[in-house]
Nanobody, 124 residues
């Protein structure tokens, strides 16, 4: 049974940092592209960042470029989202996701497995 479990969310002041982790189990994800999405209260889920299976290609939504970094450790079946210079508008539930493709697009339909989400709250 495939399972993705996020951790690392919490409450932080604006300008602070958090590091989210997503641990996958049930199969090896080293050939899968993975990504992070978020959903703010009252809004639809949106793409945040993605990384290819090899880790050689990353892509970010414009609002987080220069502040967030996605990475992965295939040996640990884990991927990360380092979030710096957090802003109140970064508040939301953050979801990790994995795609059957080695390189996946930013739309959520490209992703086949999803975690349950972790709450990130940035106070002003």
């Amino acid at each position: 049974q495939v399972q993705l479990v996020e951790s690392g969310g919490g409450l932080v002041q604006a300008g602070g940092s958090l590091r989210l982790s997503c641990v996958a189990s049930g199969r090896t994800f080293s050939t899968y592209a993975v990504g992070w999405f978020r959903q703010a209260p009252g809004k639809e889920r949106e793409f945040v960042a993605r990384i290819s299976a090899s880790g050689g290609s990353t892509y970010y939504t414009d609002s987080v470029k220069g502040r967030f970094t996605i990475s992965r450790d295939n040996a640990k079946n884990t991927w990360y989202l380092q979030m710096n210079s957090l802003k109140p508008e970064d508040t939301g539930v953050y979801y990790c996701a994995a795609s059957f493709k080695a390189i996946a697009g930013s739309a959520d339909y490209n992703y086949n497995y999803w975690g349950q989400g972790t709450q990130v709250t940035v106070a002003s």
